[in-house]
């Protein structure tokens, strides 16, 4: 406020007394004081031209008026229930882990001695990825039901789409222009279903009028056979080329799921005397994953160096030593249409 109203001061004659408590001071710091809010909400309404400095629903909002992609929603976690005993299992019944996350049947079946029922989470988001036999509860009595359980994990629970993630691919619709089925038009098409977190395009794959896309998940992790049908029928259902989906007439797409490539770390920690082992262990595992996520089809290597330093810094390590990856004390290739995945750290 003080400079506005020194610039508006500077700008009347000095014919005039501009002195505190004269008329001329006394108008000009009332008007500075109403223009100063002006002028923090001018700095304030800047900020919404600028993608960059957006987040949350203006964010969404920007894109979606300018290149109409809108934020992918949070999905449900999805598996599959044994069930034991003899009775009909509808679609919408309800099943439950111990500690209250609930899941719903996807069909209506009849159970004859045991069977299987595919399942969805009530919530979506990651909540709903469970380990193996943990849905083993009925809120609700099924007749002739006596038990369930998940043989196996639930999965692709993924989170709505962060803004970073949105933001990345408004750029990509802006810099790289998608028209006519081309390459980068299959990168967005696929980019825009729920859950997937890369692709990448490979043209003419097999032969005249085909596209290969390699896929990885939100949490840049091979995609589920699930993710790689949601994806393939979105684009071209049944790579049967007939326009049903995105891909124009004549264009015969194969969705395919990216390759894990394990990265096996041991070495040898100097901890800080203030954590255990345990939560050494689990800090440096959980910074190598999100070093692994952050270099996901964008580097055909996992850095040897890179491993160090995220080790070095991670809270708890003092120094390290005797670093391995998958046995070597080199730079591990990525294949072209492999994902690097963390698979055991090995502390000393």
């Known amino acids: 406020m003080d400079e506005l109203l020194q610039q508006l001061l500077d700008n009347i004659s000095d014919a005039y007394d501009k002195s505190a408590g004269y008329i001329v001071y006394d108008l000009l710091k009332a008007f500075a004081i109403v223009m100063s809010d002006y002028d923090s909400e001018f700095e304030r309404l800047k900020t919404l031209y600028d993608v960059d400095k957006l987040t949350g629903a203006l964010l969404a909002t920007y894109v979606y008026q300018r290149k109409g992609i809108e934020r992918n929603p949070a999905t449900h976690a999805i598996g599959t229930l044994l069930v034991t005993g003899s009775g009909t299992i509808n679609k919408g019944d ?5 500690s209250g996350i609930q899941f719903q049947a996807t069909e209506t079946k009849v159970i004859s001695g045991s069977g299987t029922v595919a399942i969805a989470a009530v919530l979506a988001g990651e909540i709903g990825n469970v380990g193996a036999n943990q849905i083993t509860q009925m809120p609700v009595t099924l007749s002739g ?5 998940n043989p196996a ?3 692709d629970g993924f989170a709505a789409e962060s803004d970073d993630s949105l933001r990345e691919r408004y750029y990509l619709a802006v ?3 998608a028209t006519s089925g081309n390459v980068n038009h299959y990168k967005q098409w696929a980019t825009s279903v729920a859950g997937v977190g890369g692709v990448k395009v490979y043209p003419l794959s097999r032969g005249d009028n085909t596209v290969t896309l390699v ?3 939100q949490n840049k992790q091979p995609a589920s056979a699930a993710l790689v049908a949601a994806v393939q029928d979105y684009i071209d259902p049944n790579s049967e080329g007939l326009g049903y989906g995105q891909a124009p007439i004549g264009a015969f797409c194969y969705v395919e799921s990216a390759v894990a490539l394990s990265i096996n770390v041991s070495v040898t920690i100097s901890k800080d005397s203030n954590y255990t082992d345990a939560q050494v262990h689990d800090l440096v595992v959980r910074a190598l994953t999100d070093y692994l996520k952050s270099i996901a089809f964008e580097s055909n290597y996992v850095s040897y160096a890179a491993v160090g330093n995220v080790i070095y810094n991670c809270e708890g390590v003092l120094d390290y030593s ?4 998958n046995n070597t004390t ?3 290739s990525i294949g072209d249409k ?5 698979g055991g750290v090995t502390i000393a």
């Open 338 to 342: 492999q994902v690097a995945v963390l």
């Open 322 to 325: 005797n670093l391995k990856i």
């Open 330 to 332: 080199n730079n591990v």
């Open 153 to 155: 994990p639930t999965y």
């Open 175 to 177: 810099r790289t222009p």
């Open 94 to 98: 309800l099943f439950e882990t111990d």
């Open 215 to 217: 896929i990885i998940d």
């Open 145 to 149: 039901i006596t038990s369930v359980t």
